[in-house]
């Protein structure tokens, strides 16, 4: 640990990798609309858990932190 220079750095190194809040910096959690791929059967899904999530550059986003809103691609270093 560098002290502080560490808290420059971003801790996301897989789905959020690069991502940060334009708004208030944070790096995360953000709220994501998703679209999703689930097997659906006469009488419903089987687990959603399952379902593969589906986002780009311009899904709704919004910092949970300071509720900013924006698209997942507008929300970069
Ligand atoms: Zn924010």
């Known amino acids: ?9 971003s801790p996301n190194v897989n789905c959020l990798e690069g991502k940060r809040c ?3 910096g944070s790096y995360g959690p953000f709220e994501i609309v998703v679209s999703m791929r689930v097997l ?3 009488n ?3 687990n ?5 999530s589906e986002y780009g550059d311009d899904a709704r986003t919004t910092c949970h ?6 698209q997942f691609g507008d929300f970069g270093e």
């Open 48 to 52: 959603v858990d399952d379902g593969i």
């Open 40 to 42: 659906l059967h006469d």
């Open 22 to 24: 334009p708004k208030c």
């Open 65 to 70: 932190s300071c509720r900013h809103e924006g």
């Open 44 to 46: 419903g899904t089987d």
């Open 1 to 9: 640990m560098v002290g502080a220079t560490v808290s420059r750095v």
